[in-house]
């Protein structure tokens, strides 16, 4: 009992876990790595290299529910389940020890190559709850293709090859373990002998099974051992490799050697790939059928339909045929946003499981190349820019939604040649850079309409039609000159097709060369935001073959291709509040492309024609190291350039849009602010006063319980009306609706946007807005003015206001008990006309007017506070009296309230004790 650590017992899984992550991240474990690193270099000789093996993840990185409520708890602990947060915790402590190890190989200099293996654990699907798996025990025993060790509970000697071999003693056997030392020290000292080498054994010898906790029984001579249901299932799944995972990190390992050695040589990169002859355990894929062509037509959809307004028209989706529905578009903000979005993370996990091919919208601009000239949110129409981003866009959404992406949508495509191919050649390099981070990616490039034969290979399947069902049946135009010989390269949209059409419009796409079809009966502004009915869907099904999208390697580098330089003269052209642009010397020869490395990490890979970009997505604040690598045409690497550090600017009070402004004219309203970090969308919202909200609306929010209302909205150069519906009563989730008015100018100069709406204040007023950016940024929405009751309350994340509100509705504590009469009677009882009313006077009389009842508790209305240049606020008696009209009809406020004319100075009503209601003879108003 002396040996049991009772305080790990105590801890728990959740404790376990947190001590762990203390012991990963503590000084001990880098500086331990550090010294059997050094430890080891000290045995090398001058050309000797260690080759230092990662860990891989043990759960798949697709966290599927299926395992929330599976425990492999033991006896003596209370029970534990393999929840989603545990099993992506423990995924987190794998990277962590990693990337602790991968830091420990880089400081130690060259003669140590970190060997990461882990992609390909997932590659090959060899995790713990792999989706279609049950890991209860009697389901999961015999699964092949699982590269950690589970004890079978139906073959614990391990006659599954890809569990345990029976060529030698078991692993942890006391002859096993003899043998291991003995195979060390015959490879240290070729000449030792062996004291007792009859221990020393392959032969397996009649084995004795000793009573222990496992509770092992023989059941016959022929070894057909069971182990009893009563073993808890934890026993039987230790994270360490099986045989199939330990080739595979014997292979690595062994690459990796020879491709120093093919280097040290001069000659070109091996690529690394591998494969596995014993057929690694795959997902059940509900396409795999044998009487579907893979080949047929099938109905991908651009599914740009928000889960949490329409989540029945997703399950819909999802529950399609996956031989027929094949493929869906994610598109969370313009793009996948830089953190997690809950709603379309359910769905994408869903359709992913039901074995949809879920692709992640990326935008290309159009390269900046169009006639709009279309800019990254960095603002810049560079070719290395655009492609920096678009890099970025594609490795988050595999980071974003692991396992469950199946590919990228890049649409905005250019879809003209260039000289030399220049750009056609470009979006194949970026889905070769695609399919190479993220092996299996399926790629479409939508420029919706006809593309040039240059673009054949730029993607899998090229959108060539995306209009109208009158367009495409009356004024089709095909690709110039020529026809892919497999149908699934080509994808049309046809919209606003009615019902009674859908299968002609089918066999025609198939006519014209089409595998992928998305019929609807949607039109425009929006045709992808909703799904026809079911009874739609069903015709267009009814009318396919079913079948697979075509899915290409990345291009091959070129078998006897040179390698590069490395690149020289990196520098820091310039940095702001979340990128830094960069500069290098050119390699020689030209080589196939630039990797760009963010402290450590590749972030971009551009053509090697190219030796400058930006690279955004940095956080504001934060200093960073920047090397290059030139890869050469035979896809080697060089070394790494010289290194550059970089600091980005701080946020001023930590808040990304800034300065705020706006003019109004009876006719126009202007809008300017400056926006320092990059935004998926830049919105302007005019609004109605917090007081005074009139509801249909879209609601906006600035803290808690509290929110303005807007009308009018310009997105992306767009002026919107609000349409959304009356709610009938009790209900307040106003929905997201809104009609186009046309066009407005809206224009970016380095951080200051503006923009001019055609509304001024004969239409509206004008006096309220809000300035909203939203995606690949915190949300923020900065007021104007402040709402009255901004202090009220904890503020929404993201919320800022300029200027004080011209209304509140606040006054004294017993505002609620006067009689909104005696407000009444007080300015209608007080002198008008051009009579001037001076604030801070000895008497009330000369600051305003009061009326009461016979107690003497009533209301007054008066001038207060002093103006800009320190003096005494003045106003005349005409004046008072409208702004006391404002007050009630525009601050709409019920009782108690002031006006603020922005200089100090505010006219207000409240209550007021001790007024001798000045006109004799006027008693008490009832209330």
């Known amino acids: 009992m002396a040996d049991i650590d009772w305080d790990t017992l105590a801890r728990g899984c959740d404790g376990q876990l947190e001590?762990?992550?203390?012991?990963?991240?503590?000084?001990?474990?880098?500086?331990?790595?550090?010294?059997?690193?050094?430890?080891?270099?000290?045995?090398?000789?001058?050309?000797?290299?260690?080759?230092?093996?990662?860990?891989?993840?043990?759960?798949?990185?697709?966290?599927?529910?299926?395992?929330?409520?599976?425990?492999?708890?033991?006896?003596?602990?209370?029970?534990?389940?393999?929840?989603?947060?545990?099993?992506?915790?423990?995924?987190?402590?794998?990277?962590?020890?990693?990337?602790?190890?991968?830091?420990?190989?880089?400081?130690?200099?060259?003669?140590?190559?970190?060997?990461?293996?882990?992609?390909?654990?997932?590659?090959?699907?060899?995790?713990?709850?792999?989706?279609?798996?049950?890991?209860?025990?009697?389901?999961?025993?015999?699964?092949?293709?699982?590269?950690?060790?589970?004890?079978?509970?139906?073959?614990?000697?391990?006659?599954?090859?890809?569990?345990?071999?029976?060529?030698?003693?078991?692993?942890?056997?006391?002859?096993?373990?003899?043998?291991?030392?003995?195979?060390?020290?015959?490879?240290?000292?070729?000449?030792?002998?062996?004291?007792?080498?009859?221990?020393?054994?392959?032969?397996?010898?009649?084995?004795?099974?000793?009573?222990?906790?496992?509770?092992?029984?023989?059941?016959?001579?022929?070894?057909?051992?069971?182990?009893?249901?009563?073993?808890?299932?934890?026993?039987?799944?230790?994270?360490?490799?099986?045989?199939?995972?330990?080739?595979?990190?014997?292979?690595?390992?062994?690459?990796?050697?020879?491709?120093?050695?093919?280097?040290?040589?001069?000659?070109?990169?091996?690529?690394?790939?591998?494969?596995f002859d014993s057929c690694p355990w795959t997902p059940a894929d509900v396409d795999d059928d044998e009487s579907m062509d893979a080949g047929g037509q099938q109905i991908a959809l651009a599914s740009y339909i928000n889960p949490l307004s329409d989540p029945t028209a997703w399950t819909r989706m999802i529950d399609y045929p996956s031989g027929m529905v094949t493929v869906l578009v994610a598109n969370v903000l313009n793009g996948p946003d830089t953190t997690v979005d809950e709603d379309w993370e359910k769905v994408i996990s869903r359709a992913n499981t039901a074995g949809k091919r879920v692709l992640g919208y990326v935008r290309t601009g159009y390269l900046g190349l169009s006639q709009d000239q279309f800019q990254t949110r960095l603002g810049s129409s560079g070719l290395a820019d655009w492609v920096s981003q678009i890099q970025t866009d594609v490795d988050l959404w595999y980071t974003l939604y692991p396992g469950m992406i199946g590919g990228i949508f890049f649409d905005e495509g250019w879809n003209q040649c260039g000289d030399d191919n220049v750009y056609s050649d470009l979006y194949r390099f970026i889905t070769d850079y695609t399919k190479r981070m993220h092996p299996g990616a399926f790629t479409v490039l939508n420029p919706g309409a006809t593309m040039p034969q240059c673009f054949e290979h730029s993607a899998d399947t090229l959108m060539t039609f995306e209009n109208s069902y009158d367009t495409y049946m009356n004024n089709y135009s095909p690709n110039p000159d020529w026809t892919?010989?497999?149908?699934?390269?080509?994808?049309?949209?046809?919209?606003?097709?009615?019902?009674?059409?859908?299968?002609?419009?089918?066999?025609?796409?198939?006519?014209?060369?089409?595998?992928?079809?998305?019929?609807?009966?949607?039109?425009?502004?929006?045709?992808?935001?909703?799904?026809?009915?079911?009874?739609?869907?069903?015709?267009?099904?009814?009318?396919?073959?079913?079948?697979?999208?075509?899915?290409?390697?990345?291009?091959?580098?070129?078998?006897?291709?040179?390698?590069?330089?490395?690149?020289?003269?990196?520098?820091?052209?310039?940095?702001?509040?979340?990128?830094?642009?960069?500069?290098?010397?050119?390699?020689?020869?030209?080589?196939?492309?630039?990797?760009?490395?963010?402290?450590?990490?590749?972030?971009?890979?551009?053509?090697?024609?190219?030796?400058?970009?930006?690279?955004?997505?940095?956080?504001?604040?934060?200093?960073?190291?920047?090397?290059?690598?030139?890869?050469?045409?035979?896809?080697?690497?060089?070394?790494?350039?010289?290194?550059?550090?970089?600091?980005?600017?701080?946020?001023?009070?930590?808040?990304?849009?800034?300065?705020?402004?706006?003019?109004?004219?009876?006719?126009?309203?202007?809008?300017?602010?400056?926006?320092?970090?990059?935004?998926?969308?830049?919105?302007?919202?005019?609004?109605?006063?917090?007081?005074?909200?009139?509801?249909?609306?879209?609601?906006?929010?600035?803290?808690?319980?509290?929110?303005?209302?807007t009308h009018y909205m310009v997105e992306s150069g767009t002026l919107f009306k609000y349409s959304g519906a009356e709610l009938p009563a009790g209900q307040t989730n106003y929905p997201w609706a809104w009609t186009s008015m046309g066009t407005v100018p809206v224009s970016r100069s380095g951080y200051t946007w503006t923009w001019e709406l055609p509304i001024g204040s004969d239409t509206v007023n004008t006096n309220y807005f809000v300035v909203e950016a939203q995606g690949y940024g915190p949300l923020t929405n900065v007021f104007h003015p402040c709402p009255s009751t901004w202090d009220d309350a904890t503020l929404s994340s993201g919320a800022y206001c300029t200027g004080n509100s011209p209304y509140d509705c606040k006054g004294a504590t017993l505002c609620s008990t006067l009689n909104v009469k005696w407000c009444d009677k007080a300015v209608n009882q007080m002198n008008r006309g051009s009579t001037l009313y001076t604030a801070n006077a000895e008497a009330l009389a000369l600051s305003g007017n009061c009326w009461a009842n016979w107690e003497q508790f009533g209301c007054s209305v008066k001038i207060r506070g002093k103006d800009e240049n320190g003096k005494d606020c003045t106003i005349t008696g005409d004046e008072m009296w409208e702004a006391y009209q404002d007050i009630r009809k525009i601050g709409g406020c019920k009782k108690c309230g002031s006006k603020h004319f922005g200089n100090g100075c505010l006219v207000s009503v409240d209550y007021y004790y001790g007024c001798d209601n000045r006109d004799s003879g006027v008693n008490a108003i009832d209330v």
């Open 484 to 709: 892919p010989s497999d149908p699934r390269k080509l994808w049309h949209i046809i919209y606003n097709a009615p019902s009674d059409s859908v299968g002609k419009v089918a066999e025609l796409a198939l006519e014209r060369g089409a595998g992928l079809i998305h019929i609807t009966n949607d039109n425009l502004p929006n045709p992808y935001d909703t799904l026809p009915d079911d009874d739609y869907m069903q015709v267009i099904m009814s009318a396919l073959e079913g079948g697979k999208p075509a899915n290409s390697s990345p291009t091959a580098y070129e078998k006897n291709g040179q390698s590069a330089s490395a690149p020289g003269s990196l520098a820091v052209t310039a940095s702001d509040y979340s990128s830094v642009s960069l500069s290098w010397g050119a390699s020689s020869p030209a080589p196939y492309a630039y990797s760009i490395y963010q402290n450590g990490k590749e972030v971009a890979r551009l053509p090697g024609s190219i030796t400058k970009v930006t690279i955004g997505n940095i956080d504001h604040g934060t200093s960073i190291t920047f090397t290059v690598k030139a890869i050469g045409s035979g896809g080697s690497a060089s070394g790494n350039s010289n290194s550059v550090e970089a600091t980005t600017l701080e946020l001023p009070d930590n808040q990304p849009v800034t300065n705020v402004k706006s003019s109004s004219t009876a006719t126009k309203k202007t809008v300017q602010a400056d926006i320092l970090i990059p935004f998926a969308f830049q919105r302007v919202f005019l609004t109605d006063p917090d007081t005074a909200c009139e509801m249909p609306a879209w609601p906006i929010n600035y803290n808690l319980g509290n929110y303005i209302c």
């Open 19 to 275: 001590h762990t992550n203390h012991l990963i991240n503590g000084d001990a474990f880098s500086k331990s790595l550090d010294n059997v690193i050094a430890a080891a270099k000290k045995k090398l000789g001058s050309n000797g290299m260690i080759y230092y093996t990662g860990y891989a993840k043990f759960w798949a990185e697709y966290l599927s529910p299926a395992c929330d409520k599976v425990s492999w708890s033991t006896w003596i602990h209370d029970t534990e389940t393999l929840t989603s947060a545990h099993r992506k915790t423990m995924n987190d402590l794998v990277d962590s020890v990693n990337e602790k190890i991968s830091s420990a190989v880089e400081r130690a200099g060259a003669q140590v190559k970190f060997v990461d293996y882990d992609s390909y654990v997932g590659y090959f699907n060899g995790r713990f709850c792999e989706a279609g798996v049950d890991e209860s025990t009697s389901d999961s025993n015999t699964r092949e293709g699982l590269m950690f060790y589970e004890l079978n509970t139906w073959d614990p000697l391990g006659s599954n090859p890809h569990k345990r071999s029976q060529d030698r003693p078991l692993e942890g056997t006391f002859e096993g373990s003899v043998n291991e030392y003995a195979e060390i020290t015959k490879l240290l000292d070729p000449d030792a002998q062996f004291s007792k080498q009859t221990s020393v054994s392959d032969d397996t010898t009649d084995m004795t099974l000793v009573e222990s906790k496992l509770s092992l029984s023989t059941v016959s001579e022929s070894s057909d051992i069971e182990v009893p249901n009563v073993l808890p299932d934890g026993y039987g799944r230790v994270f360490h490799p099986q045989i199939q995972l330990h080739e595979l990190i014997a292979n690595l390992v062994i690459y990796e050697m020879t491709n120093k050695n093919e280097l040290d040589n001069g000659y070109p990169e091996i690529p690394e790939k591998f494969t």
